[in-house]
């Protein structure tokens, strides 16, 4: 596990749940640039099968980078009210998200959330008691996987989305690459082994 000398990491004692923190534009739903609008939420092939397919025991979060904020495209009530139009339609197909992360920031914030900075991992990891040791991260930017990295749980890179070429790409290596999130699920079923 690498961290960046400006990340501090909280000390936290060991949480008992694994959890999959997901990214959610570009894994989840089709990444419309600063989406707002909930009527604009299209999920992206597979991905309600594949969150009907986790395993029990596992806790899912969403954690986004959501610049709009900082750069005055929208406020952070605004993104509460597309998350929580989201959480009521996967709900409706009986998937339950744990917790909606988001980082307000921008890139020149330096915040401790912003990804590839690890902050919404360790802050979920606190507030739902998650052993990072034995999660998961799937994401469609090199900044997901950076991220996971650091908070060293599990990760996966999936094809949709960004599919790991974003702008500002960071150099980073996934554990695992998956074409889309049902690819990325069927990977954790199979277990770390593989
Ligand atoms: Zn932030």
Redo the contacts with the bound molecule.
């Keep these: 596990m690498s961290l960046d000398s400006t990340i501090e990491v909280p000390l936290m004692t060991r949480g008992n749940n694994p959890a999959i923190f997901l990214d959610r534009d570009g894994v989840i739903i089709a990444d419309k640039h600063f989406q707002i609008n909930p009527d604009d939420i299209e999920f992206i092939f597979g991905s309600l099968d594949a969150l009907k397919r986790v395993p029990l025991g596992y806790v899912i979060v969403s954690i986004s980078?959501q610049s709009g904020v900082a750069r005055g495209l929208f406020c952070e009530r605004d993104v509460i009210v597309f998350n929580d139009a989201l959480d009521s339609r996967l709900r409706s197909f009986g998937i339950n998200i744990a917790g909606w992360y988001f980082?307000?920031?921008g890139p020149d914030?330096n915040?401790?959330?912003?990804k590839p900075?690890p902050?919404m991992i360790f802050q979920a990891a606190d507030d739902l008691s998650i052993d990072l040791d034995r999660s998961w991260l799937i994401g469609d930017k090199s900044s997901d996987i950076s991220a996971g990295n650091k908070a060293g749980v599990t990760t996966i890179l999936v094809r949709t989305g960004y599919a790991g070429i974003e702008e500002e790409k960071v150099d980073v290596r996934p554990d695992f690459v998956a074409d889309n999130l049902y690819g990325a699920i069927e990977i954790v079923i199979r277990g770390k082994q593989t």
């Design positions: 980078n980082c307000p920031h914030d915040c401790p959330c912003r900075a902050g």
